[in-house]
């Protein structure tokens, strides 16, 4: 069925798994509910084709387009979705788990609810994507989220060096121990985020807004906070070196006190620790 013409088919709840559909025209068909497990579907035309609540575990979809698809439910656990085109999908509670989406364009798309652990997003357009209470636990993710709201996001863990997450929306997200480290926060809205042992080292932090935000533990090192929003966040045991803070006023009404790095106790609270405080 390789190159197969099925522009608009009635395929709902077909068996077509392990078929070799590579560059087939799917374009607005109707795969509801059905059965693509292991089939090749690289190079396909799946424009707004329905395949909602699909079984497409383990499905190769290089470079597929799958523009506006709706991909509600569906199970796409471990497929390959390298380069393929998802601009303005629909992937609501879409089960992606271990799924390659290396350099895939999942911008404007739905991903409300996704299950996205262990996922793998490098180099993949996220411009305004819709990630609210998705769930990107150890997911790894240089990409860019330019704008992408991921209010109430799970992130525990996940690897998001250097990726672009400028006016992004991450209030309540959970980064626990997640790396983001050289990444591009400018903008973004962290408001009651828990960053607990996350790391920052050299994030570009200008105008960021992490008030409320549970920093404790979060390494903070190298990294310019003047113009950082910190009301009310919780800086216990925070790693701060190198760093540009706010002024001494500042800091003592955030209730921060600046000790040198030499006389650090891990049974201190509410401390900034400078290496080279004189």
């Not at 383990?58 to 569906?74: H, K, T, Y």
């Not at 656990?77 to 601009?87: E, M, S």
């Not at 989406?101 to 262990?118: C, E, H, P, Q, S």
């Not at 996350?198 to 906070?225: C, Q």
Request: glycine share 8%; net charge neutral.
């Amino acid at each position: 069925m390789k190159s197969a013409d099925l522009k608009h088919a009635n395929l709902s709840d077909a068996k077509l798994n392990n078929a070799d559909l590579s560059s087939a025209d799917l374009n607005g068909a109707d795969l509801n509910g059905a059965n693509l497990c292991n089939t090749n579907l690289r190079g396909a035309d799946l424009k707004g084709a329905n395949l909602k609540g699909a079984s497409l575990s383990s499905v190769d979809l290089r470079e597929a387009d799958l523009n506006g698809a709706d991909l509600n439910g569906a199970n796409l656990c471990n497929t390959n979705l390298r380069g393929a085109d998802l601009k303005g999908a629909n992937l609501k509670s879409a089960n992606l788990m271990g799924a390659n989406l290396k350099g895939a364009y999942l911008i404007g798309a739905f991903l409300i609810r996704t299950d996205l652990r262990d996922a793998d997003l490098r180099d993949a357009h996220l411009i305004r994507t819709d990630l609210r209470g998705a769930n990107l636990s150890n997911a790894i993710c240089n990409a860019n989220l330019k704008g992408a709201d991921l209010s109430d996001a799970n992130l525990s863990y996940a690897n998001l060096r250097g990726a672009n997450l400028s006016n992004a929306n991450l209030c309540n997200a959970n980064l626990n121990y997640a790396d983001l480290s050289c990444a591009n926060l400018k903008g973004a809205n962290l408001m009651g985020a828990n960053l607990k042992g996350a790391y920052l080292i050299s994030a570009f932090l200008i105008r960021t807004d992490l008030s409320g935000a549970n920093l404790k533990g979060a390494n903070l090192s190298d990294v310019d906070l003047r113009v950082v929003n910190l009301t009310s966040a919780n800086l216990e045991f925070a790693i701060f070196r190198d760093v540009n803070l706010p002024d001494f006023e500042t800091l003592k009404i955030l209730g921060l006190s600046v000790k040198p790095l030499s006389q650090k106790q891990y049974t201190d609270k509410n401390v900034v620790y400078l290496n080279d405080l004189k």
